[in-house]
Structures are given as C-alpha cells and as structure tokens.
C-alpha cells in the first residue's frame, strides 16, 4: 500500500514536470514521421543508362513484348543538365585506355518504366542514349552502371546475337560483376526458363512487415526503454539537487520503495508512449498482452540500470560521459536490424538486440512466444540485480 500511495505521489509530481511530456511528445512526433513521411512499401528510384549500338526498330522490338504486357510504359523524354566532366575509361580484355573530356550542357532520354512482372511494382526507370558518348557522360556523372548493347545479324534476323558491354564505376563488387557475366552467358530468353523451372520450397510460410511497421520495434527500443533509461536519471538528479534523496535518511520510507515508485512512473510513461506509436501503426495485428509484458519487464531493467548509474554521480552533468557513452553503445544493434547482413556474433550480446528481435516477433502475426518469453525471464532477472544493486549503492551514499 505504501509503495503505491509513493507511486501516485511521484505520478503527480512528474505530471507537474516536462520530462514527463518529452517522451509523449516525441512519441506524438513520431507518429506523425511515421503515417506521413514513411511510406509502407519502397518505392523503387534504380535507373540505367543504355545505348544501342543498332537500328531503332531493332531496338524497339526488345521492349515491344513487354510494352503490350503492360510491363513497361513509354513515357516523356528526360531532360539532364549535365556539368563538364573529364575522365578515362578501361577495357578491362584489352588494358586500352580512352580519355574523355565533355563540357557542361544536356542531354535528352527516350525514357522508359520498367514494373515487375509479378508484383506489378515499380521497379526501375531505362534511360535510352542517343549515343555512346552520351551513356558514358551520364554513367559517369550519375555514378551508376551504363551499358552499350550491340548485335551480330549474320546468322540472319532470326538469330541475332546480342552483346552487352558494362560501363562500370570501379567500387562495384566482385559478386555483382560475376552475376553480369553469368546473366549473360545464355540468352535473356534462356535464363528466364532456367530461373521458372527452379524448385523453390518454403520451410514455412513468411511473415514479412512493410516499411511503416518495421520501424515500429526500434522506435519502442530507442524511445521508450532508452528514452526511460535517460528520463529516470533526470528524475533522480533533480531531486539530488532538491535534497530529496538525503531527506530519506531521517524518514521511515524505504530507499526500494522510492527507487521502485521512480522505475513506475518510466514504465507508465513508457506504456502511454509506446501504445501511441504501435496501435495506430499495427492496429490490431500484435499480441498485446505480451507486448506490454514485454515492455514493462524490458523497460524496469533499464530504469534499474539508469537508477544504478545516476546513484555513482552527484549531477547528470557528471554523468554525462557514462550515459551517452552507454546510449551510443546501446543503439549499435540498430545497424544489424535494418542490415541483416551486418550480424556479428559478438552484437547478439548488447541487450537491445534480443529487445530488437522480441518486439519484432510480437508484432508479427506468427509470433515466435518461447523466443519473447524466454528473454522475459532474462530481462526480469537482469532487472531485479540491477535494481537490488541501485538500492544497495543509494542506502550506502544517504549519509554522505
């Protein structure tokens, strides 16, 4: 009873505060970043620079197919003003070296939209050149891959044979470039059927999220568990200044019962924030009855980690190093959530990486539940040292 009459007074306290409106706030902002300037799916923005070194109506017929599909449109020329540029260029079969040197003016593209056949979404934009000349001065302006396409007719128009000539920038990969080759080895036609005969088979059915709720997890993450790591040490701080914490020594309240009441008033703050981010964005879709388990559990275990920091300094200006030192440290994860490709064994250690993966996996429709449960355990165990540990350091230092 005690614990929760000293919780209602911190509640009142901090509603009379701006920390307790910041993390709202931004939480509010986010939103609002969120449903208008992030939109659900990627929109596509590759384009490529080609030229064909062959008659127009040859050229044409490459796309006619695709064009009556509805798989490519036809739209207005392009317009580039393109600046000076003066630069060599490498055959790498030969080792020849060409030197080009272009001034400033434009160049106008028959332009075409590409959309993928399956999806029906954009995909990217063609860039057709008037001359070779001109593919190589945008390949290089624009720092992307250009492309000279050339046929052989002497088997006849049935049979033509199509070269395709890269124009490559020198940072592309060794992957991508073998890809090139290999893509080309046969005909466009002939890897088309060897890729629709593939036998591809799911283990399972995939669960994807689309741009807008894939960042619904970090925005917990960062602002709310961290945001409450910070807010709960300016909690404390303040009231070092105001003598609050010394004023404990000569009362009968215990020093756990006014740490715990602090960490209540984070995950409350917590709870409100996060719940006006992930309801408006996922609707009814997560499990909320273990997303807010796992909240309150993940968000106690920093508030006890914030408490034990704030009790080693006398001001937060002293603990500034310490605390943006461990913030910095705990955002890393964040590069491996959105680069799968970037997973270290050595990352899965810091805290916010299970806390990443266990936000995912709630807001996902197939949640794995032994996953999040499991590090609901770790973090309530972590949570309950930590805090024992806060409480232990802050009796020691009423007296001093």
């Known amino acids: ?118 999806t029906g979404k954009f995909d990217k934009t063609l860039y057709m050149m008037d001359s070779e000349d001109d593919m190589l001065w945008m390949a290089y302006t624009e720092k992307k891959v250009g492309a000279r396409l050339s046929i052989d007719e002497k088997f006849g128009i049935e049979n033509i044979t199509v070269y395709y000539d890269y124009i490559m920038q020198g940072f ?9 080759y290999v893509l080309h080895t046969e005909t466009p036609d002939t890897v088309s059927a060897m890729i629709d005969t593939q036998s591809v088979r799911s283990l399972e059915e995939v669960d994807t999220l689309n741009n807008r709720e894939n960042m619904v997890p970090l925005m917990v993450v960062f602002m709310g568990s961290l945001m409450g790591f910070f807010i709960v ?67 106690f275990t920093f508030a006890a980690l914030g408490l034990l920091i704030a009790s ?11 605390l943006y030192f461990t913030m910095i440290a705990l955002m890393i994860p964040a590069f491996s959530y959105f680069i799968p490709s970037f997973d270290p064994v050595w990352l899965r250690y810091f805290p916010t990486y299970p806390m990443l993966q266990g936000f995912k996996e709630i807001i996902m429709s197939g949640t794995d539940v032994g996953y999040v449960l499991t590090y609901c355990g770790i973090f309530a165990v972590a949570g309950v040292v930590l805090f024992a540990f806060a409480n232990y350091r802050f009796k020691k230092t009423l007296t001093v």
């Open 1 to 118: 009873m005690k614990l929760l009459s000293s919780y209602i007074k911190e509640m009142k306290i901090a509603a009379r505060g701006f920390y307790f409106y910041i993390e709202i706030f931004m939480a509010v902002l986010l939103l609002v970043i969120l449903l208008v300037a992030v939109k659900e799916e990627s929109v596509s923005k590759d384009y490529e620079f080609v030229f064909h070194d062959m008659d127009r109506a040859i050229e044409d017929s490459f796309y006619q197919d695709d064009i009556e599909e509805g798989h490519m449109f036809i739209v207005d020329d392009t317009v580039f003003d393109v600046k000076a540029a003066s630069f060599e260029l490498t055959d790498r079969s030969t080792g020849e070296v060409k030197a080009y040197d272009f001034e400033a003016g434009t160049v106008t593209a028959r332009t075409i939209e590409a959309y993928d056949e399956k």
């Open 233 to 299: 040490m300016a909690y404390i701080f303040l009231d070092k200044s105001e003598g609050v914490i010394k004023a404990l020594a000569v009362t009968p309240s215990s020093v756990w019962k006014y740490l715990m009441s602090k960490a209540m008033v984070i995950m409350t703050t917590v709870l409100v924030s996060s719940s006006v981010i992930t309801i408006p964005v996922m609707g009814l879709q997560p499990n909320y009855a273990l997303f807010y388990l796992y909240l309150i559990i993940t968000t």
């Open 312 to 322: 080693f300094f006398d001001t937060i200006e002293k603990s500034f190093g310490i």
């Open 172 to 180: 592309e990969t060794e992957r991508f470039t073998n890809v090139l």
